[in-house]
T-cell receptor
Framework: AQKITQTQPGMFVQEKEAVTLDCTYDTSDPSYGLFWYKQPSSGEMIFLIYQGSYDQQNATEGRYSLNFQKARKSANLVISASQLGDSAMYFCAMKGSGSRLTFGEGTQLTVNP | EPEVTQTPSHQVTQMGQEVILRCVPISNHLYFYWYRQILGQKVEFLVSFYNNEISEKSEIFDDQFSVERPDGSNFTLKIRSTKLEDSAMYFC?????????????FGSGTRLTVV
């Protein structure tokens, strides 16, 4: 079984500052993928970034980077230079053997002007 | 940018009625999924579909749910006799493969309200 834990129900950040959203996971699968999705108030799920369990380098996509610490089973999302449009719910998810994505509870990020 | 299209965006139905939620996955994707998100809660897996059959389903996906790919483009989720607790956002997703490195593309969701 797979489990994703996001311990921060809500986070606040000032515009232009960086913020880290925490995610820890648990799985017995030797190979797995970790994903972050953004869900704005309109409801759609937007893919942000992916990290494979065997990837040597941390993933980056523009202002998003994933701080992957395999021994700690953590996959934190770092958003640099926050913008007002970054205010949304953020979900960490993982996929191991099988086809399902397992999601965490989410973190509501609010960017203050 | 290819996208997954879901219709309708909102649906209100009476308890006990059947509903069909429709999705058009990305054309060259082979794997299709339904997820649901009860208001304020996390996203939950319902079912995955490949090669015209269910490849995996969750404990939520009981006999009142069914999926179908009636033609080459549509992928549907049917709820036979809706209950109040079926009220949720339902997301369709598709992916080109099943490996861990294949992300999903999600549709914008159908918000189902059972009254």
């Amino acid at each position: 079984a797979q489990k994703i834990t996001q311990t921060q129900p809500g986070m606040f950040v000032q515009e232009k500052e960086a913020v880290t959203l925490d995610c820890t996971y648990d799985t017995s699968d030797p190979s797995y993928g970790l994903f972050w999705y953004k869900q704005p108030s309109s409801g759609e799920m937007i893919f942000l970034i992916y990290q494979g369990s065997y990837d040597q380098q941390n993933a980056t996509e523009g202002r998003y980077s994933l701080n992957f610490q395999k021994a700690r089973k953590s996959a934190n999302l770092v958003i640099s230079a926050s913008q007002l449009g970054d205010s949304a719910m953020y979900f960490c998810a993982m996929k191991g053997s099988g086809s399902r994505l397992t999601f965490g509870e989410g973190t509501q990020l609010t960017v203050n002007p | 940018e290819p996208e997954v299209t879901q219709t309708p965006s909102h649906q209100v139905t009476q308890m006990g009625q059947e509903v069909i939620l429709r999705c058009v996955p990305i054309s060259n994707h082979l794997y299709f999924y339904w997820y649901r998100q009860i208001l304020g809660q996390k996203v939950e897996f319902l079912v995955s579909f490949y090669n015209n059959e269910i490849s995996e389903k969750s404990e939520i996906f009981d006999d009142q749910f069914s999926v179908e790919r009636p033609d080459g483009s549509n992928f549907t989720l049917k709820i036979r006799s809706t209950k109040l607790e079926d009220s949720a956002m339902y997301f369709c997703a598709s992916s080109p493969g099943q490996g861990n490195y294949y992300g999903y593309t999600f549709g914008s969701g159908t918000r189902l309200t059972v009254v």
